[in-house]
């Protein structure tokens, strides 16, 4: 059986739980504390970092990597265009999300929020939440820049750009951080991505803890 170690609310995790679920691979979902550093789990990656997927008796680690492998082995429904340039657009913007938008958003907001108290880190601190959430506006904004010109974010189809940034927003929706009435053409793109069958076991995600988003009970807005 496939497997993938993971953690619900990560966005790397859940970049790969969308691309397999798009790829209609099942796999094992193995919850992973990988901040404990656990003797196993540094074996199946020294980098101590999720997600890892078990496919195939093989690991790969890596998210971006993992995604191109599984779209390159399984063709069918593309995630990155035939086209050179096509792919450098998709490349550019999965680097924007799981580069940019995490420094400046999800580990800030998230890490704070979320993350401090799963780990028993401590209380959050307010100041670096408002950072994170003041620059949200500025990646919407961005984003609806984007949309304004294409159907989807690196252009007409679908790809892993969409899943890379759906993943981020996602996990701040969990916990009700996105405003999504700053741009209705942001709002519909994720409305989307949100009903497409891939997304729905992000749907069910909850870290112990912390409550279920009560946004997630629906799949529109």
């Not at 063709?75 to 450098?88: G, I, K, N, S």
Request: a positive charge; one cysteine or more.
């Amino acid at each position: 059986m496939n497997r993938l170690y993971h953690v619900a609310l990560s966005p790397f995790c859940r970049k790969v739980r969308l691309t397999l679920a798009e790829k209609k691979i099942e796999v094992e979902l193995v919850e992973e504390r990988y901040w404990e550093k656990s003797a196993d789990f540094l074996r199946r990656n020294p980098a101590g970092k999720v997600p890892v997927l078990r496919y195939d008796n093989r690991l790969f680690s890596e998210s971006q990597a993992i995604c191109e492998y599984l779209d390159e082995i399984i063709p069918t429904p593309a995630l990155m265009p035939r086209d050179a340039e096509a792919r450098f657009e998709v490349r550019r913007l999965c680097t924007w999300f799981d580069d940019k938008f995490n420094a400046e958003v999800t580990a800030k907001v998230m890490g704070e929020r979320v993350w401090k108290k799963v780990q028993k880190k401590g209380y959050p601190d307010s100041k670096t939440v408002k950072e994170g959430l003041a620059a949200t506006k500025y990646h919407l904004d961005y984003m609806a820049w984007l949309l304004d010109q294409r159907r989807w974010l690196a252009g007409d189809l679908m790809t892993l750009a969409d899943f890379a940034a759906a993943a981020h927003l996602s996990c701040l929706d969990y916990i009700s951080d996105v405003d999504w009435n700053r741009s209705e053409v942001v709002k519909q793109w994720y409305a989307k991505i949100k009903s497409r069958p891939a997304f729905r076991s992000l749907l069910a995600d909850q870290l112990p803890g912390m409550p279920p988003s009560p946004q997630y009970a629906e799949l529109d807005f």
